[in-house]
């Protein structure tokens, strides 16, 4: 046990732990991190100090129970939390579904045009892709409504999309890249495995340098 959690009561200790889990079930909802100073202000209040030890019994919790991972992300005083889905397949089915999530749908659409492209698109080029999908980003969309808000706002806030300034351009330009949150609930090799189901071809390996990507990016996590 730790000195923190010394210093407090057992129970109180994991009734907070529980009250964590609930924020952060419930903040996930919304995709969007949930920052440190939330958790300590909403939730531990006087037992702040503890906050290492309860996040870190939250974590082991999370993915017993609920197959969610939690993640960190950010530094210093920025400092924020994601849920990523640890259950093989299932988010990818999910972001697959156009039906039951069209939202979903289109994110696993981006980022499989970005994958192809060679892990970036700049702005013109990614509009254009989406364009001869019929996705215009200055025309409401029946399923996603403003388009350019949803991929350039919402995906981003999500930490599924990261959109970076390119430097020395005038007018200014955009790179369009996987985000965190990407990287954790699917792969590289999954939406290979996709494209190459949509484009009915026989095996990945058709895309040479993608599996070489997807195949690396698998070595790494092993």
């Known amino acids: 046990m730790s000195s923190s959690q010394r210093n407090f009561d057992k129970a109180e200790i994991d009734r907070k732990v529980n009250d964590v889990v609930h924020l952060m079930l419930i903040w996930e909802q919304?995709?969007?991190?949930?920052?440190?100073?939330?958790?300590?202000?909403?939730?531990?209040?006087?037992?702040?100090?503890?906050?290492?030890?309860?996040?870190?019994?939250?974590?082991?919790?999370?993915?017993?129970?609920f197959g969610l991972k939690l993640l960190e992300i950010g530094e210093g005083g920025k400092r924020a939390y994601i849920l990523v889905n640890m259950l093989e397949h299932s988010e990818t089915q999910q972001m697959m579904n156009w039906n039951d999530n069209p939202k979903r749908g289109l994110l696993f659409t981006v980022l499989s045009l970005i994958f192809m492209s060679g892990n970036s698109m700049t702005d013109g080029t990614f509009w254009n892709?989406?364009?001869?999908?019929?996705?215009?980003?200055?025309?409401?969309?029946?399923?996603?409504?403003?388009?350019?808000?949803?991929?350039?706002?919402?995906?981003v806030r999500q930490w599924y999309l990261e959109i970076v300034k390119l430097p020395n351009c005038d007018p200014p330009q955009y790179e369009y890249?996987?985000?965190?949150?990407?990287?954790?609930?699917?792969?590289?090799?999954?939406?290979?495995?996709?494209?190459?189901?949509?484009?009915?071809?026989?095996?990945?390996?058709?895309w040479k340098s993608q599996y070489q990507d997807a195949l690396e990016e698998q070595r790494k996590t092993i």
Not at 42 to 51: D, M, N, P, S, T
Not at 134 to 149: A, Y
């Open 129 to 155: 892709a989406l364009k001869g999908l019929g996705i215009e980003k200055d025309k409401p969309h029946p399923e996603f409504g403003d388009v350019k808000k949803l991929i350039t706002q919402e995906f």
């Open 30 to 65: 919304r995709k969007i991190p949930i920052k440190r100073a939330d958790i300590n202000k909403h939730v531990l209040k006087e037992y702040r100090h503890a906050f290492n030890d309860v996040m870190k019994i939250t974590d082991k919790k999370l993915q017993k129970v």
């Open 177 to 206: 890249k996987w985000g965190l949150r990407a990287y954790h609930e699917t792969s590289k090799m999954k939406i290979l495995e996709f494209v190459t189901s949509l484009y009915d071809k026989s095996s990945v390996m058709v």
